[in-house]
Every structure is written in structure tokens, then in C-alpha cells.
């Protein structure tokens, strides 16, 4: 499926910008999308909301697009919610005799469906990546006594429909949860396969505090070399770090090849959902094809590449365009962060009619 390019370029617009800096980040935010962000927040702040259903593949930048686009529109009345957090809050829930008493309570009184409640919590406890998936009438409860805790907000739904049977209940879910006449709508991510294998191939974890960054895209501020290994090395740079190297978690060498099969699912998932009628769809690209760049796109939006020098004594950093083959083998460019969430935040303003 090929989804559209969106042009972020304004013509005469010639400033720059440092997207990785907050500052600079609301300026750019101000320049390219003012106006829409504007209406957005009237909209909210007259007690509208929405619900968004995120469909992207596994890595493809959900959390951050839509965590970008509350920091920039309205962090109070906007929320993003993640399937997988949930279950992990609920791992917690029941690892913890008092709380898993009431938990089954819960189940016991609202539950409907195929499974005992023991049942249940038996598949919630031996859970794991390769399990199979919880049964949908159960996620649809916990999501929605989730909701129940949170006051009325506009929502990114992370994680779901995680599968084919599960878009049909989408359909009538924000009658559900009680969200009325307020729009859902489908926001489906596009990221091509080689940035996600290079997004995990090259990510570096800080052993003592988690800091997740990575060698050829997000390098910490202090970049080391190992001569015996004759590699680069990135250090932890968080002041209230003690640790000094991160490293790679076991498994990331693989890249995508062990998530191939989910990956497919996510893309006829992405497919079957692009082609439904009567909810509105966004559409959001990671990637611009090079030889299009030019035309779409400003320099400062794209995604860079470092890559590190050793003399003898010091470590040179330096930057290039990153150019990755999208799914369809086309030399691209990788969009940072913030145009992804500019054609968001445009998108939505016209399919909520604002
Ligand atoms: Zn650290």
C-alpha cells in the first residue's frame, strides 16, 4: 500500500531549526502547523474529544508521535494509552495478593465470555511474547476500566486492534466506553522495514539507568572507541548515571528477523483498516523517497546518520543524511519526529472538520 507524501515545506520559508531542541521544537511547531494547533486546542478546550486508534507496525514510532503531538497540542486533555502498559500494570496487579483479590472481583462481576475467571488469570499470569494473545472481550474490558479511572480525555489507543477480528470491535467501541457522538478515527503509520531493523540493530542500553539511545542515530553526548574490538562505544551522558557503557540488549543484532511474522500481521492489519468506509483515516509517512526530498521536505527534517572518526587520541563526531531503502527498495530519507506530527496535527484538523 502506498500512502501519500505530506509537504511540510512552506515556499519562502528559509529558517532552521534544531529539532532535537525543545525551544526550537515549539517555534517550528508555531511556524508550520500554528493555525491548526490553534483549533485543536478550542476544540478541546470546549470539551470535545476523540479517540485515535494508532495502526502502525511493531517500533514505528506510535508512543512518540503521539506523546509529540499532546506535548505540542495539550498535555492536560490529551492522553496516549498503551495496550502493552496496561497488561504490565495488571502483571503487577496480580502479582500482589490483596490487589489480585480485587482484580478478581472485578472480572467476576463485569466479565462476559468464553473463559472462567481462573482461567483468565492463568492466561495473564503465563504470559509471555509467544503466548497466545488474550481473548478480545477481555482487553475490551480492561480498557475500558482503565478509562473509567481517567476523566474525559482525547485518547491515542495503543496495541489495538492488535489483530484482524479485533477492527470490527473498534468499530462500535467508543459507544462502549461511553464517548458518544465524539469522532474515532485511524491513524495508520507507514515506516519502512529497514528503519525499524536499524532502529533495534543499533540501540544501546544504559545498564544502571535504561538510557535508550542509539549508535548511528542517537548517539549520547560522549562517544568513546574501544581499540582492541575496534569500535565506537556510546557512554551513559545522564548526570545522575554512575555507569559508563551501553550496551546492546541480546537480540537487537537480529534486527527485525525476529518480529518478521508480526510485522506482517501489522501490515495487513494497516491494510484491512485503510480500506474501511465511513471512519476517517490519517495517514503518516516516515519516509520520503531522495530524489523527492527536495520538493516535500526541509534539510533539517530528515533523519540524520552519525558516524565517528577515531585519530589516535579523540573521537570525532559527525552527521550526514541517513538514506535507508523504503519497503518498495527506493533510496529514502527518514523524517525526524516533529514533520510526522505537523501532517498529523493537519490531517486531523481536517477530518475533525475544524
Ligand atoms: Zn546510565
Known amino acids: 500500500m502506498q500512502f501519500p507524501i505530506f509537504k511540510t515545506k512552506i515556499k519562502g520559508l528559509t529558517q532552521d531549526f534544531d529539532l532535537n531542541n525543545p525551544q526550537e521544537r515549539k517555534k517550528y511547531f508555531e511556524l508550520k502547523a500554528g493555525k491548526e494547533i490553534k483549533k485543536l ?10 479517540i485515535i486508534y494508532l495502526l502502525g507496525k511493531k517500533n514505528s514510532g506510535k508512543g512518540t508521535y ?13 492522553e496516549h494509552f498503551s495496550i502493552g502498559d496496561m497488561i504490565r500494570e495488571i502483571d503487577k496487579e496480580i502479582a500482589d495478593k490483596k490487589r489480585k483479590r480485587e482484580f478478581v472481583e472485578f472480572l467476576d462481576k463485569n466479565y462476559r465470555g468464553q473463559h472462567s475467571i481462573k482461567e483468565l488469570i492463568s492466561l495473564l499470569e503465563k504470559r509471555s511474547t509467544t503466548a497466545p494473545l488474550l481473548p478480545t472481550e477481555l482487553i475490551l474490558l480492561l480498557v475500558k476500566r482503565e478509562i473509567s479511572k481517567r476523566k474525559r480525555k482525547a485518547l491515542f489507543i495503543d496495541g489495538f486492534p492488535r489483530d484482524l477480528d479485533q477492527i470490527n470491535f473498534t468499530l462500535f467501541f467508543r459507544d462502549l466506553i461511553g464517548y458518544r457522538d465524539d469522532p474515532d478515527i485511524f491513524v495508520l503509520i507507514d515506516v519502512p522495514e529497514a528503519v525499524i531493523d536499524e532502529r533495534i540493530k543499533y540501540r544501546r542500553i544504559c545498564p544502571c539507568c535504561q ?32 555507569c559508563h557503557r551501553l550496551i546492546p540488549k541480546e537480540g537487537d543484532e537480529k534486527g527485525i528477523g525476529p518480529i518478521k511474522e508480526r510485522l506482517l500481521k501489522d501490515e495487513k492489519l494497516i491494510t484491512q483498516a485503510a480500506s474501511l468506509y465511513g471512519i476517517p483515516k490519517v495517514f503518516l509517512r516516515n519516509s520520503v523517497p531522495r530524489a523527492l526530498a527536495q520538493e516535500y521536505v526541509d534539510d533539517y527534517e530528515i533523519t540524520p546518520e552519525y558516524y565517528y572518526e577515531w585519530d589516535g587520541k579523540k573521537v570525532t563526531v559527525k552527521e550526514r543524511h541517513w538514506v535507508v531503502p523504503d519497503d518498495a527498495k527506493t533510496p529514502s530519507y527518514s523524517l525526524l519526529p516533529p514533520p510526522v506530527v505537523v501532517s498529523l496535527i493537519k490531517q486531523l484538523t481536517e477530518v475533525l472538520h475544524l
Open 211 to 242: 538510557t535508550s539511545r542509539n549508535l548511528k542515530l542517537l548517539p549520547t553526548s560522549d562517544v568513546g572507541y574501544d581499540p582492541k574490538k575496534k569500535e565506537f562505544y556510546l557512554n551513559c551522558d545522564n548526570p545522575n548515571c554512575s
Open 66 to 78: 503521539s506523546k509529540m503531538f499532546a506535548e505540542i497540542v495539550d498535555p492536560q486533555k490529551i
Open 41 to 50: 486546542r478550542d476544540y478541546l478546550k470546549k470539551g470535545h474529544t476523540f
